[in-house]
């Protein structure tokens, strides 16, 4: 069952928590790479899981994630300040890997079409058809 109140809000904190990690925290172990893909906050409006993709090796990802989690209770505070609501939910944020799955099957799918092109580009490839074998006309009959 969807809720529009609370999609409405999931979108308001998406944009808010966005703008606090990229102007506000001021932690270095923060990768400038990391954005917010979707905030899910529950019904009862108690708490708001905040998915974060981090383009970078992975001490990169687990230190922006180890700064996020030390700085959530900052982030809580202004998200209460610029999003008036009776309650401001409890944050939690989680890696999510879609961005990076996302372009890693991109370049799959490049590489995948480079090589069909130059497979195709080499004579007797596998889409040169042989119009007499379809005709049904072979020469050695002839």
Do not use: W
């Not at 008036?84 to 099957?105: A, Q, R, W």
């Amino acid at each position: 069952m969807s809720y529009p109140r609370v999609n409405r809000i999931n979108e308001e904190y998406k944009k808010v928590i966005s703008q606090i990690i990229r102007n506000d925290l001021k932690d270095p172990r923060i990768s400038g790479m990391a954005s917010v893909v979707s905030v899910d906050v529950t019904k009862d409006l108690s708490y708001a899981t905040v998915y974060i993709s981090v383009l970078g090796s992975e001490d990169e990802k687990t230190n922006t994630m180890e700064g996020l989690t030390k700085s959530a209770g900052y982030v809580r505070r202004e998200v209460g300040k610029k999003v008036k609501l009776h309650h401001t939910p409890v944050i939690l944020f989680k890696e999510d890997n879609s961005i990076e799955y996302g372009v890693s099957m991109s370049q799959k799918i490049a590489e995948l079409s480079k090589q069909n092109s130059s497979d195709n580009s080499k004579p007797g490839g596998t889409d040169e058809i042989n119009v007499e074998e379809e005709n049904g006309i072979d020469d050695e009959k002839e």
